[in-house]
């Protein structure tokens, strides 16, 4: 007597978009074919029991993990949508985050530095678009972790510098060794997006961020 085949537990995992198969659907399958076996099997030669069992365990395995996949989709489209509601907290609030641009209007900017560790010497140099040196900011000896800057305008020759975008970069020194230092940029949350990438914060100037990409929220 020949038994019903494995292939049919094998295909209620992989529900093709073709077919549109499910577990469920596999499932009325097997159900369907076991009577009809059963009802049909010779009477002198019956099906196996333990192989009847172990594939009646197969079909509740499979089935099973279709309601996990199932479950886990809905929490983790769960999770977002928490996700996205938390984060629409953050439009209209200032961030830092990893860049080196900082945007000068009415004599206001304002920039960040993140130090991995304590430094003697930390020293901003402000460009204009042609790279051109504005202004050098020096600040001395800073403790390790984010440090938020202003910058009024001025340049080194005391003059005003133009409102306008500028870019900056930092160095940093101890014991005479230079160590990484990562510049900040500083611009507003506009908006949010859900991208198949995960939530996005929409900046105003800058392009758009994921929310482990925040450095400091103002």
């Given at each position: 007597?020949?038994?019903?085949?494995?292939?049919?537990?094998?295909?209620?995992?992989?529900?093709t978009s073709s077919?549109?198969?499910?577990?469920?659907?596999?499932?009325?399958?097997?159900?369907?074919?076991?009577?009809?076996?059963?009802?049909?099997?010779?009477?002198?030669?019956?099906?196996?029991?333990?192989?009847?069992?172990?594939?009646?365990?197969?079909?509740?395995?499979?089935?099973?993990?279709?309601?996990?996949?199932?479950?886990?989709?809905?929490?983790?489209?769960?999770?977002?949508?928490?996700?996205?509601?938390?984060?629409?907290?953050?439009?209209?609030?200032?961030?830092?985050?990893?860049?080196?641009?900082?945007?000068?209007?009415?004599?206001?900017?304002?920039?960040?530095?993140?130090?991995?560790?304590?430094?003697?010497?930390?020293?901003?140099?402000i460009k204009d678009?042609?790279?051109?040196?504005?202004?050098?900011?020096?600040?001395?000896?800073?403790?390790?972790?984010?440090?938020?800057?202003?910058?009024?305008?001025?340049?080194?020759?005391?003059?005003?510098?133009?409102?306008?975008?500028?870019?900056?970069?930092?160095?940093?020194?101890?014991?005479?060794?230079?160590?990484?230092?990562?510049?900040?940029?500083?611009?507003?949350?506009?908006?949010?997006?859900?991208?198949?990438?995960?939530?996005?914060?929409?900046?105003?100037?800058?392009?758009?961020?994921?929310?482990?990409?925040?450095?400091?929220?103002?």
């Open positions: 007597m020949t038994t019903i085949s494995n292939d049919l537990l094998t295909s209620m995992n992989s529900r077919s549109g198969s499910t577990a469920a659907d596999a499932q009325d399958r097997f159900m369907t074919l076991l009577i009809t076996q059963m009802k049909s099997q010779d009477p002198l030669n019956p099906m196996d029991n333990a192989q009847v069992t172990s594939q009646l365990a197969q079909l509740s395995t499979v089935t099973g993990i279709d309601k996990l996949n199932t479950t886990m989709e809905s929490m983790i489209s769960n999770v977002q949508s928490s996700q996205t509601y938390q984060a629409s907290n953050m439009i209209g609030r200032y961030v830092l985050t990893k860049g080196d641009s900082l945007t000068l209007s009415e004599s206001k900017s304002y920039l960040g530095i993140n130090l991995p560790a304590g430094a003697e010497k930390v020293t901003v140099t678009s042609s790279g051109n040196q504005v202004r050098e900011l020096t600040l001395g000896k800073q403790e390790s972790g984010v440090l938020p800057l202003s910058w009024d305008g001025i340049k080194d020759d005391g003059s005003k510098a133009a409102d306008g975008n500028y870019k900056f970069e930092v160095t940093a020194t101890t014991a005479n060794t230079s160590m990484t230092a990562t510049p900040l940029s500083y611009d507003q949350v506009m908006s949010v997006s859900n991208s198949s990438s995960g939530i996005k914060l929409n900046l105003g100037k800058l392009d758009s961020i994921g929310i482990d990409d925040v450095v400091e929220v103002f």
